[in-house]
T-cell receptor, first 113, second 112 residues
């Protein structure tokens, strides 16, 4: 969906470094999500936010942090505490209410140098 | 919380044959079940969804069936084509909130 933009497409992290992945949407969606995708493990939820200035941990939040200062933006920081950050990261958004599909961005592939 | 299991993990079919992917869920409160298709290196895209007040939904060559009693739902693709080759994910969403619980994916290969 062209309404969700993730950047960069590829990202490399050095030892001990924090990196931030960007996610912007112009779909006027209230809810936004971050998923991590590893081969054979499907999509695992890292963090989600249902409204500005509020967010909740997902199943694998350790080593990650987020902020939601604007409705359109939900950046994800991969901290040095995340010991195995190599993965494909997907951002998604949806309407506030249940029974609505999530729309995904093109993803960011993060690798370790 | 919800637990979604998806089978098979890989599936190969001849072009023109049908493909069926099955998912089970654990939380009887789940009431929304989308299916996503993800081509290699690309974003997951919604292909069909079903809500718990409906038993079956069809869109051209794609159909989804839901059995609430048994807590399972299935994706059916008829007259498969090579461009159907991709990874397919099922998901379940509870009545409250909009968090999705995804299956582990099925890699479908359609052999020309």
């Amino acid at each position: 969906d062209g309404g969700i933009t993730q950047s960069p497409k590829y990202l490399f992290r050095k030892e001990g470094q924090n990196v931030t992945l960007s996610c912007e949407q112009n779909l006027n969606h209230d809810a936004m999500y971050w998923y991590r995708q590893d081969p054979g493990q499907g999509l695992r939820l890292i963090y989600y936010s249902q409204i500005v200035n509020d967010f909740q941990k997902g199943d694998i939040a350790e080593g990650y942090s987020v902020s939601r200062e604007k409705k359109e933006s939900f950046p994800l920081t991969v901290t040095s505490a995340q010991k195995n950050p190599t993965a494909f990261y997907l951002c998604a958004s949806s309407g506030r209410y249940s029974n609505q599909p999530q729309h995904f961005g093109d993803g960011t592939r993060l690798s370790i140098l | 919380g919800e637990n979604v299991e998806q089978h098979p993990s890989t599936l190969s079919v001849q072009e023109g044959d049908s493909a069926v992917i099955k998912c089970t869920y654990s939380d009887s409160a789940s009431n929304y079940f989308p299916w996503y298709k993800q081509e290699l290196g690309k974003r997951p895209q919604l292909i069909i969804d079903i809500r718990s007040n409906v038993g079956e939904k069809k869109d051209q060559r794609i159909a989804v069936t839901l059995n609430k009693t048994a807590k399972h739902f299935s994706l059916h693709i008829t007259e498969t084509q090579p461009e159907d080759s991709a990874v397919y994910f099922c998901a379940a969403s509870p009545q409250t909130g909009n968090q999705f619980y995804f299956g582990t994916g099925t890699s479908l290969t359609v052999i020309p």
